[in-house]
Every structure is written in structure tokens, then in C-alpha cells.
């Protein structure tokens, strides 16, 4: 069985990390779990093996798939679903997560989670094809809110319904990513408090924050980059705190992705969560 996820903070596992935190995990100064993404290990074998199987035995793992393509109209993608299941029997993580995006096409492949229309129709097929990966996995996955930068005219839903809708038909939960709520909001004019405020923590099994770019468009504007590439803002540890006193402690990632710091840098943003995770809360 897996080790579940402690309510604590978390850090991606980069490779050039790896013996900083299996040396670290040794010494009980590691952070108190690890997230991957799957692709980067459906290799057979190899140093990526050799290296996770070792800090496996010290640390829950958390699988953050981004290959899925759970809203592409032909379905989750068949070759992925095979290697993430023998991947998950292989390392049994305590968690596995997806996007709540398409990225496949007829005959391609996309560099990138593409967002969906909150229609009626999205929803039944979104809420199948997660049906489909769960039956496969033999357990629930998380779904993840998206970075968004347009919306699609004419939705049936607004996201924060849709997603508790998602759930409520499927049986899965919910990664709460607090920079994507940030830069969404950002980019469409929302309110993020007040999405934030309106998700229901009942469902939310991990939260991720992150840093994002703020830059200029071509039209004259300025739109949110959702990089992971910087520290966690202040007004995303803000609303971090906010939910956490309202949902209780929950288990915590700092997702840096590009520009990735030393590893001192990646800690001390963690000690950053478990600071809050300790705080009191009211929920």
C-alpha cells in the first residue's frame, strides 16, 4: 500500500537534486515528500530509476502527470495510460494527478495543457475518460484547475462548478493549484479570493503554489505567465493561508520548474509552507 501524503510541504524532484535529497531524507532534513512527473521516468532503467527507487524508500511520492490528455476528443492517450499504470505498480505513489486539459490532436502532440470548454458535453466526456484512468489505476486520481488565458464564449459551467460537478460524477478529487487560480484570475478579469472562497475543500487532496511572470502583450496589455520560474509570491502565500484556515492543513508542493534555484533556495520556500501548515487554523 502507498504511504499516504503528510499535510506537509513538499518539493519537485529535480535530477540535479537527486543526491542532495536522498543525502538529506538520510538525515531527516528532507522535505516531507516528493513530486515527479511520470514521463520523465517510462525509461525501463537507467540513473532516473536508481536514483528515485532510493529516496523511495525514504519519501512518499507523488505522480504529476501532464501527458494524459484526459479532454482530447479521442480520449486519454492509450500509450501514456500503459506507462503510468506500470509505473504506479512499479513505485506505488501515494498520489497521481492530471490536468484538467487536452493536448493530443489527430496524429500530434502538443508542447503544452490546452484548455477546455466548461460545456455539458465536456463535462460527460471529461468525467468518462477519468473514469477510464481510474479503473485502470484501481485508485482516484486528482484532477488539476488549469492556467488560464482566454475563456470560451457560451460555457455551460463556471469553472469552480464544474470541477465540484467533475468530482461529484467521478469520484476523483481535486489538486488545487493557488497560482493558477492567481493567474487566471489575472488574465480574465476574476476575482481570485472569491474563487478561491467558493472551492470546496472537501475535495482538494494536495495544493500546489508557484511563482508566474507578469509581462507585456502585443496589444497594448500585460497577461500572467504561468512559468513556475520564481519564487511563490506574497499574494499567493496570502491565499494560500486563507484557504488553509478555512479547509485545514492539506499536503503542500512548491512547483519550480524552469530557472530552477539551488537546492537551498527550493527548502527554505518549503519551510515557507510548513510554516503556515503549523499555523492554527479555523476550519
Known sequence: ????????????????????????????????????????????????????????????????????????????????????????????????????SWSNGPGDKFPDLLPIPYSHAALDHFTAEVGRVQDRLLRPILIENPSRYLAYAGDDWDEVDFLHELCRRSGCGLLLDINNVEVSAFNLGLDPVAWLDAFDPRHVGEIHVAGHAVKDDDMGGTIAIDDHGSPVRASCWDLLARFLDRAGSRPVLIEWDTDIPDYATLIAEAAKADALLRAPVHA
Open 1 to 100: 500500500l502507498p504511504r499516504p501524503l503528510p499535510a506537509r510541504a513538499g518539493t519537485g524532484l529535480n535530477p540535479q537534486d537527486y543526491a542532495n535529497v536522498l543525502a538529506a531524507a538520510g538525515q531527516g532534513t528532507a522535505p516531507a515528500w516528493v513530486e515527479v512527473h511520470p514521463q520523465n521516468y517510462f525509461g525501463a532503467g537507467g540513473p532516473p530509476h536508481r536514483w528515485l527507487t532510493a529516496i523511495a524508500e525514504h519519501l512518499p511520492l507523488s505522480f504529476h502527470s501532464v501527458g494524459l490528455s484526459l479532454g482530447s476528443a479521442a480520449g486519454v492517450d492509450v500509450g501514456e495510460l500503459d506507462a503510468l499504470a506500470a509505473l504506479c505498480r512499479r513505485y506505488v505513489p501515494a498520489m497521481v494527478s492530471d490536468h484538467l
